[in-house]
């Protein structure tokens, strides 16, 4: 039977740190290839820029996975954090940025379960969705920033705003429950 442990220990650790390698090398090889095809793609219509947010809530998965597993404060952001790593460390196109994002993502990811450990535990649709929304502001925000979106006209800025929320919310919170709903059928895990 699979242990949900909701404690700091090596198991806890190894955990988060697969997951953070698994997701970096599906985040460089994975969707910022897709990313970066469909933003091609996309530039003669001058909506290349909604690309960044349309995919952004597949950058944000790192989190919740490592929340489902470790159920516990923190997991989320250094899941996030350790996926960055792994991502800029292989050629991830946004360099050390990656690193910033990673963190704020994890951490706003985390708001739909903080202060709680229950909320961790239990990892209802509730949480993960709040987490997701929280989670697109900190995707959102640093981005709008370091990327200079502001400079875009308003009718993409409102466009972009709309696209991160939806993304965060089917990808970072309904895709991701849907995963581990498909974990608790097959291992039926415990928490502890």
């Not at 953070?20 to 994975?30: C, K, P």
């Not at 450990?117 to 209802?124: H, I």
């Not at 949480?127 to 640093?142: E, K, Q, R």
């Given at each position: 039977?699979?242990?949900r442990?909701?404690?700091?220990n090596?198991?806890?650790?190894?955990?988060?740190?697969?997951?953070?390698?698994?997701?970096?090398?599906?985040?460089?090889?994975?969707?910022?290839?897709?990313?970066?095809?469909?933003?091609?793609?996309?530039?003669?219509?001058?909506?290349?820029?909604?690309?960044?947010?349309?995919?952004?809530?597949?950058?944000?998965?790192?989190?919740?996975?490592?929340?489902?597993?470790?159920?516990?404060?923190?997991?989320?952001?250094?899941?996030?954090?350790?996926?960055?790593?792994?991502?800029?460390?292989?050629?991830?196109?946004?360099?050390?940025?990656?690193?910033?994002?990673?963190?704020?993502?994890?951490?706003?990811?985390?708001?739909?379960?903080?202060?709680?450990?229950?909320?961790?535990?239990?990892?209802?649709?509730?949480?993960?969705?709040?987490?997701?929304?929280?989670?697109?502001?900190?995707?959102?925000?640093?981005?709008?920033?370091?990327?200079?979106?502001?400079?875009?006209?308003?009718?993409?800025?409102?466009?972009m705003?709309i696209?991160?929320?939806?993304?965060?919310?089917?990808?970072?919170?309904?895709?991701?429950?849907?995963?581990?709903?498909?974990?608790?059928?097959?291992l039926?895990?415990?928490?502890?």
């Amino acid at each position: 039977m699979f242990t949900r442990s909701s404690k700091w220990n090596v198991k806890s650790i190894i955990l988060i740190a697969l997951i953070g390698i698994i997701m970096g090398v599906i985040y460089t090889y994975g969707f910022n290839w897709a990313f970066n095809l469909v933003k091609m793609l996309l530039v003669p219509t001058g909506f290349a820029p909604v690309t960044d947010t349309v995919f952004s809530g597949l950058w944000l998965m790192a989190g919740p996975l490592a929340m489902y597993f470790v159920p516990t404060l923190g997991s989320g952001t250094i899941g996030e954090l350790l996926a960055s790593i792994v991502e800029m460390a292989i050629g991830g196109q946004w360099g050390a940025t990656t690193i910033l994002s990673g963190v704020i993502q994890g951490a706003t990811n985390e708001i739909g379960f903080f202060p709680k450990k229950e909320r961790y535990q239990k990892f209802t649709w509730k949480s993960v969705l709040t987490g997701a929304f929280f989670a697109s502001f900190g995707c959102f925000i640093p981005s709008y920033i370091l990327y200079g979106w502001s400079k875009f006209s308003m009718q993409v800025q409102i466009v972009m705003f709309i696209t991160n929320i939806i993304s965060s919310l089917v990808f970072d919170g309904v895709l991701v429950k849907l995963i581990t709903n498909l974990f608790d059928n097959a291992l039926k895990p415990k928490v502890d």
